[in-house]
């Protein structure tokens, strides 16, 4: 392939940035012509392709967020968005697209893959829920502002001798809320791969207060519940000690990524652009073992889910005694 063009969509992750400098420098290095696409899909139908340099990318890598901007845009779900941003594509003739971003844009990649233009799914998303990978880019930031976030509430609930309920993103995957519980020491986790029993949890925290703990986190996947409707469930319950509720949001999107957020994006961006260079499409990058993987993107998001690793929830549940 001679020209190609890179997007983000969906959710902002830490390390987009990098990932999309990546197939840009790389694309140069190549020889190959590198446009870039604003606003995802809608961008894509609405024709805002424009070509990208070497400057065009630089004091980027660690930036969090998307210099390519980002934007929802269900009418791409449609074989008419499909065909209307194919046809801008090709008035631009782009031969291969590079899509970063999480479950929705490895949709809309297959979708283009499906219609036979070749698209490569570079997995962008803190929640670590893409098939195919053990990792996505944006996780492991995401993880850590989380984890530190925890740390500090730990302090305050100590102070008082409190209980904190901590909301962390994760809608369909829980992997912020095992990664992080585990790595703070919290009481409980909660997650949309594990059934909870609210009684249990309750006498949990209750014989920790009567050994003489002063304080209590239990770490709850924003895909559960809110963290109110949890705290409120433990009331009803029968809790009746202090009780907090906190919800960290979006600050876990955004921020400078971590190193290893830098170094896995520029790793997938560059292997991308090495696959569309000798024409091969239709493929999910990601990582296995800490080896570079490329698998059919229908067959991967058609017959493959992401699973948590319990195991972690077994760890935390044997450590938080």
Do not use: C
């Not at 990098?18 to 590198?34: F, M």
């Not at 930031?141 to 994760?170: C, K, Q, W």
């Not at 912020?176 to 949990?204: C, M, Q, Y």
């Not at 991308?272 to 993987?293: F, P, R």
Request: overall charge positive; aromatic content about 6%; proline content about 2%.
């Amino acid at each position: 392939m001679k020209r190609i063009a890179v997007l983000t969509s969906g959710g902002d992750s830490p390390g987009m940035n990098a990932a999309a400098r990546a197939v840009v420098r790389k694309s140069i290095y190549e020889g190959i012509e590198i446009f870039g696409i604003n606003y995802g899909y809608a961008g894509m139908v609405a024709g805002d392709i424009f070509p990208l340099k070497v400057a065009s990318v630089g004091d980027k890598i660690q930036r969090g967020g998307t210099f390519l901007y980002s934007a929802r845009y269900p009418e791409f779900a449609t074989s008419k968005g499909q065909l209307a941003g194919i046809k801008q594509l090709k008035k631009h003739e782009i031969e291969g697209v590079v899509v970063i971003g999480g479950d929705g844009s490895y949709h809309g990649a297959m979708r283009l893959t499906e219609h036979g233009f070749p698209a490569i799914g570079i997995p962008g998303t803190i929640d670590n829920d893409i098939p195919g990978t053990d990792y996505t880019v944006g996780f492991d930031t995401a993880v850590n502002i989380a984890l530190d976030a925890l740390d500090r509430l730990r302090d305050t609930a100590t102070s008082h001798v409190r209980t904190f309920v901590v909301e962390v993103m994760g809608h369909g995957a829980g992997d912020i809320a095992l990664w992080t519980g585990v790595a703070s020491g919290a009481d409980d986790i909660i997650i949309p791969e594990h059934n909870f029993n609210i009684n249990k949890i309750v006498a949990r925290v209750r014989a920790g207060h009567n050994r003489g703990k002063k304080h209590t986190l239990i770490v709850l996947a924003e895909g559960v519940m809110g963290a109110h409707e949890f705290a409120k469930k433990m009331k009803d319950a029968g809790y009746k000690s202090d009780l907090r509720v906190s919800v960290l949001g979006h600050i876990q999107r955004g921020g400078s990524p971590t190193v290893r957020d830098r170094v896995l994006a520029s790793r997938f961006g560059a292997f991308a652009v090495e696959l569309l260079k000798t024409g091969k499409g239709g493929l999910a990058v990601g990582i296995k073992n800490e080896k570079l993987v490329a698998a059919d993107i229908i067959e991967t998001l058609t017959n493959h889910k992401h699973k948590a690793d319990l195991s972690l929830y077994e760890l935390n549940h044997q450590l938080s005694i």
